[in-house]
Structure formats: structure tokens, C-alpha cells
């Protein structure tokens, strides 16, 4: 097991055998799901999948919607950038019209060999 801190690592070391830990699996990767399977399976920990998400029962009716702003493309070529860390709005050159100085919105983008969606 890493030396660093992790909550998986916390949960391992802190729980009793045979606890069981829930998480919902559409927010975590499948091989981070599977290293927390192999962290928890030394010490007799279980690790399930919510059918539902808790914090949508929590959100209930009055989750907020979500922010209604436009996206414009600042330079129409698609940026090259050695450090993967920055982001889609790094890698296309996008920014918030209606907010002036943060760039920040939710975005996805399916990037294959010969495609880009």
C-alpha cells in the first residue's frame, strides 16, 4: 500500500474486518475501482456499488440548475499543449462569455485517433 495519505487507505487501516465500504462506481474509473477491491480485500474490507447516488436523494427536488452561459472559441485552431493537465478549455481554446475573468465550465470531448467530438 502507498505512504501517502488516501482516504482508501485511511478506510483500510481504520475499519474493522469485515466492514463494507458503498460508493457509487459511475464516479470513480474501473481500474481505480479495482485498486480499491485489491486495498480493501488485505483487510477483509467489502467494497459495493450504490444503485443510487446519495447525494441526489439528498438534492431531492432543489438541486440547483445548472449555470446557463455561453462558450465562445477564442482562436478557431485547436491548441497543442504539452501539459495534458490543462484541460478542454486549454486544448480548444474556449472561454465563458458571460463571465469575465473565469473560464471555468462543464465540458466532455471524446478524442480518438482520427476523430474529435
Do not use: H
Not at 459495493?48 to 455561453?70: F, G, M
Amino acid at each position: 500500500m502507498k505512504d501517502n495519505f488516501s482516504i482508501i487507505n485511511w478506510l483500510a487501516r481504520n475499519l474493522n474486518n469485515n466492514s463494507i465500504v458503498a460508493c457509487d462506481p459511475q464516479l470513480v474509473s474501473i481500474s481505480e475501482w479495482k485498486e480499491w477491491e485489491r486495498i480493501f480485500l488485505q483487510y477483509n474490507i467489502y467494497l459495493i456499488s450504490l444503485e443510487v447516488n446519495l447525494i441526489d436523494l439528498l438534492w431531492n427536488d432543489q438541486r440547483p440548475s445548472l449555470p446557463d452561459t455561453s462558450i465562445c472559441i477564442s482562436n478557431n485552431e485547436i491548441q497543442s499543449s504539452s501539459n495534458p493537465g490543462r484541460g478542454l478549455r486549454r486544448l480548444f481554446d474556449l472561454r465563458v462569455v458571460n463571465i469575465q475573468f473565469n473560464s471555468v465550465f462543464l465540458s466532455f470531448a471524446l478524442i480518438g485517433r482520427d476523430y474529435v467530438k
